[in-house]
């Protein structure tokens, strides 16, 4: 397809990456001449220099023949508008990045008027995931699916842990619970494990299961995992007013640490039911006084990586709470997955996939659509939610006698909200939703599951 990126800055760049990688013919618009060369030398994308806003500079992009444009910029209004021309001048799908809280409540009206295909909003995705950490504290990740029925949760195997030593194909029947182990971390290994592959302490595990399940599964491996009572936040931006927001009719207490007094006084005004307190959250003795010690969950969500680091790591060294850091610009996965930050968020590529579902889903032929996808384990493998169309090749054929690829796993099956956990001699039938999940990349279809 051919894609249009208006806005070089984190989220463009990661986007122009990520589609390039699926074989897209991508052009960025950017003012910034320099940054747009950084880009054109490092990724197999054309550039043009300009405001994304003006007409003959998306004429210039190829905008009569154009798929889709995604507007990324800082200005959530340049985005609309840069949505808007593309409408009128290409016909094509938009998607826009809109963060300003005071649209948020106004994000359909605008969706609606503006005929976006798509509102991007890092903030609150990130924001959502963090809520679902709070209520899971024992995962470091949390995906959902069928409309929050199923949860594709990641943990880390526990020395004292029954998992440690346990075969995959042991697991639902000595521990009794509904679950489906998809993906096994170990060191760089990714595996999409068989049922004799044997689990091993400091294994990350991605399972899939129903809410009930997933919190039975927790207790009968020996994992505490009640929701936390108590969050200190240090960063007063974006993210963190989302997340109160979030959290507002939950019964966690919050502590927001923010240095600058004018935002203080906005956030005691917008969250009244937050402690705002005016300081410095990198000062050690504050964060002691303020009871870092004791508080169930710490959350670094400054606007700097290098501090929210530098924040968890001391967080994690004075309480045994749940850890959640934000990280935007840092690319070295393998160190920090080496360091104790808990679970890291990166809002950057949790609007990537975001968009990288839409513009999947653009490409599907009448036998399935993708409903959902996530990338995970760095980006090695993904889980994606299918639903099934009368035309798919696969339909009512039993799972044992399909020819499905390697390395590829039929997760789960929905069936008008009944969930099943699926074997060989279930089927796939129109309607349902099925969660594959795979180290293959580029699925498009359900019928590229088939060899």
């Known amino acids: 397809m051919k894609i ?18 699926e074989n897209h013919d991508i052009t960025l618009i950017d003012n910034d001449s320099s940054a747009l060369r950084l880009v054109t030398e490092s990724i197999d994308v054309m550039g043009v220099t300009g405001n994304g806003a003006i007409y003959q500079v998306q004429k210039e992009a190829g905008i009569a023949d154009a798929d889709l444009l995604i507007a990324t910029t800082n200005s959530d209004e340049l985005n609309m508008l840069c949505c808007l021309i593309a409408k009128k ?46 209520r899971f504290p024992s995962a470091i990740k949390i995906d959902t699916f069928a409309k929050g029925r199923i ?35 170990r ?41 936390v009572k108590t969050v200190m936040i240090v960063g007063g931006g974006k993210l963190t007013y989302y997340l109160a927001k979030l959290l507002r009719d939950t019964k966690i207490r919050i502590k927001i640490i923010e240095q600058n007094f004018e ?49 968890s790591l001391y967080a994690g060294s004075k309480t045994s709470g749940k850890l959640i850091t934000k990280v935007n610009r840092i690319a070295f ?22 968009i990288l579902q839409y513009v999947r889903a653009m490409q599907n032929s009448l036998g399935s659509n993708v409903e959902t996808l996530y990338k995970i384990a760095d980006d090695r493998a993904e889980a994606l939610e299918f639903r099934v169309g009368r ?25 008008g909200g009944t969930i099943i956990t699926p074997r060989g001699k279930d089927t796939l039938e129109a309607g349902d939703t099925v969660i ?16």
Request: charged content about 25%; proline content about 3%.
């Open 4 to 21: 249009i990126i208006v806005g070089c800055g984190k989220v463009g760049v990661t986007l122009a990456e990520k589609l390039n990688r």
């Open 89 to 134: 001048a290409g016909n094509c799908h938009t998607i826009a990045r809109i963060r300003n809280p005071e649209y948020a409540t106004e994000i359909n009206f605008i969706r609606e008027e503006l005929n976006l295909s798509l509102a991007i909003n890092p903030e609150l995705a990130a924001a959502r995931e963090i809520a679902k950490l709070l």
């Open 391 to 415: 035309e798919a090749p696969m339909v009512g054929i039993p799972l044992e006698k399909l020819q499905l690829k390697e390395n590829l796993l039929v997760a789960c099956i929905n069936r």
């Open 263 to 311: 935002r203080c006084q906005e956030l005691s005004e917008l969250l009244p039911h937050a402690m705002i307190i005016h300081g410095d959250g990198s000062d050690q003795q504050l964060l002691l006084e303020e009871g870092i010690a004791h508080t169930e969950a710490f959350a670094s969500l400054t606007g700097f990586d290098e501090e929210n680091i530098m924040l």
């Open 436 to 451: 594959i999940v795979t180290t293959n990349k580029g699925l498009n279809d359900l019928k590229d599951i088939l060899r």
């Open 187 to 227: 060191g760089k290994e990714v595996v999409i494990p068989g049922g004799h592959f044997e689990l091993k302490a400091g294994d990350r595990i991605s399972f899939i299961a129903s809410q009930k399940d997933s919190m039975d599964f927790f207790q009968k491996v020996g994992i505490e995992n009640n929701s």
């Open 151 to 185: 949860e594709l949760l990641k943990l880390i195997v526990p020395e004292h842990s029954k998992l440690n030593h346990m075969k995959v194909m042991d697991v639902a029947q000595k521990l009794r619970c509904n679950v489906l182990i998809c993906v096994v971390e």
């Open 333 to 354: 996965e393998d160190v920090i997955d080496s360091l104790n930050l808990g679970s890291v968020i990166y809002p950057k590529l949790i609007t990537a996939d975001g």
